[in-house]
């Protein structure tokens, strides 16, 4: 009985060795799933047209959302920064958008060059349609993914105003 324990434990011990070859080839094919990351508050570029000089912060807050940055030593200044990263990657540039307050009234705001929200989700879809799957790459059908066309919106046609049946005479 205790040879056949020992031997047992002896089998098991030499089978799950696994040597870097394996290793590395395994991470190759098996890489964890990585999330997209939005790190700060993204402003459209309507967003940022609804500023005007003499705004409340509330009304400031209202627009663009809690600031990333509002420092105690900078009271009067709220910074927006914005990025998204996709797998690790960078996707676009960081984005920023300064305000400045004098009390509580908006005298000034700066800001990097803004996507409209149309836009910032086209740059999403542009870097995914580069991307293929796991699959695509092992089958050799390393194709870019065919976009069908767009469908053409349905026409309303307006019903008569009185629900009575039509007169025969």
Avoid at 1 to 28: E, P
Avoid at 65 to 78: D, I
Wanted: aromatic letters at 10%.
């Amino acid at each position: 009985m205790m040879a056949t324990l020992s031997g047992l434990v002896l089998i098991t011990g030499c089978g799950s060795a696994v040597d870097n070859t394996q290793r590395a080839w395994m991470n190759k094919v098996f890489q964890p799933y990585v999330p997209d990351v939005v790190q700060g508050n993204f402003i459209s570029s309507e967003q940022y047209a609804k500023l005007t000089v003499g705004q409340s912060r509330e009304q400031v807050r209202q627009i663009l959302g809690t600031p990333l940055l509002a420092s105690y030593f900078h009271a009067n200044r709220w910074d927006y920064v914005f990025e998204f990263k996709r797998a690790n990657q960078m996707m676009g540039k960081e984005r920023r958008v300064t305000v400045f307050f004098e009390g509580d009234k908006l005298v000034k705001f700066q800001g990097d060059s803004l996507p409209t929200e149309v836009e910032l989700v086209a740059e999403i879809d542009n870097y995914a349609k580069t991307k293929r799957s796991f699959w695509d790459v092992m089958t050799g059908s390393n194709k870019p993914p065919v976009t069908p066309p767009l469908q053409q919106p349905e026409l309303l046609v307006p019903s008569p105003s009185n629900n009575l049946p039509a007169v025969t005479k």
